[in-house]
């Protein structure tokens, strides 16, 4: 693990000389463009289920458009999540190792038929309690567990998805403080590199609670590669990447949504797109040095973006 930890925290400040790490976009964006349903409360975690050549073949659109990361899609699984649909708790953690496996398959796959010797990462996505709820509850965070039971829930799927063998954790749309904080004990007693975002708006979490707050929780988390914002709306990341750089003196990591709005109750996106991939390198002059999109940002605009970040 010590060799993983030093080998993406070297990968991330060589940003600095040779451009920024850039990470995929919206799974679920591509995953629909390719005629996926993902009506269901699993959202892409289902194709894990029943389709898992539509993942491989999503996150190949992502490294052939020139993203450097790929984000598995483990967000919304879990064995709660799982148990749902009548899988157990074995099966539920086979998946979610399954999606490490898949994405880097396709890591793998895309790194020999280019033969361009780049080096192609996986981030194993750790989404917050409220994905598991299909409800937008993410969002708003909050949800009225103690810290034992957020922990009972995240623990196991951390250690699950860790043994699978990432090279980075995504902890990504945390929504507040206290699922924060649970959050970073766990990755402590994980010793594998993590990257933290927020969802955030107006310098607050989506919980509410300042920003600057939120990642001092994790100034001081070894583990801890790179800090700063997702799913948020494109205008408000150089503001908190600067914050993130500023609280913790580490990397920042950004990667907004396509600026559109989530209605839960009709489980779909409203609202115009404001993501413009000409804003990213003032993303990276506020100090981000991992780079991408969230949710509807598909492989197009991550070959725009990292035809603009030099990649």
């Known amino acids: 693990m010590a060799t993983t930890l030093d080998g ?48 491989v073949a999503a996150h190949r659109a992502f490294f052939e458009a020139g993203a450097q990361v790929a984000t598995t899609a483990s967000y919304q699984a879990s064995r709660v999540g799982f148990a749902a649909r009548g899988v157990g708790a074995a099966t539920a953690d086979r998946l979610l190792a399954l999606s490490v496996e898949l994405a880097r398959q396709a890591a793998e796959e895309v790194s020999a038929e280019l033969g361009d010797g780049r080096t192609r990462w996986v ?45 980075v954790l995504a902890v990504e749309t945390v929504p507040d403080l206290l699922e924060a904080s649970v959050l970073a004990e766990c990755v402590r007693e994980l010793g594998l590199p993590a990257w933290f975002s927020f969802g955030a708006a107006d310098g607050l979490t989506r919980g509410g609670e300042p920003l600057a707050e939120a990642f001092a929780l994790l100034a001081d988390l070894p583990e801890v590669v790179a ?27 950004a990667y907004p949504n396509s600026g559109e709005d989530w209605d839960a109750t009709n489980r779909g996106w ?20 991992l780079v ?20």
């Open 8 to 55: 993406f925290a070297a990968a991330t400040a060589a940003a600095t000389a040779t451009g920024p790490v850039v990470l995929d976009g919206g799974l679920s964006a591509q995953l629909a463009a390719q005629g996926c349903d993902l009506s269901d409360a699993l959202w892409s975690a289902r194709l894990l289920l029943d389709d898992p050549g539509q993942l």
């Open 123 to 167: 981030a194993a996505s750790v989404g917050p309690y409220g994905a598991v709820l299909a409800d937008g509850s993410e969002y708003r965070g909050h949800y009225g567990l103690s810290a034992a039971e957020l922990t009972a829930f995240h623990r196991p799927r951390l250690e699950v998805l860790a043994a699978a063998g990432p090279d």
């Open 227 to 253: 800090v700063g914002v997702n799913c948020c709306a494109p205008k408000g990341v150089s503001a908190a990447v600067r914050l993130a750089v500023e609280v913790t003196g580490r990397p920042a990591v």
């Open 270 to 289: 409203a609202g115009p797109a404001a993501f413009d991939p000409a804003d990213a390198p003032s993303w990276v002059a506020a100090g981000a040095q």
């Open 292 to 311: 991408g999109g969230c949710c509807r940002v598909g492989p197009d605009r991550i070959a725009e973006l990292a035809a603009t970040l030099g990649g």
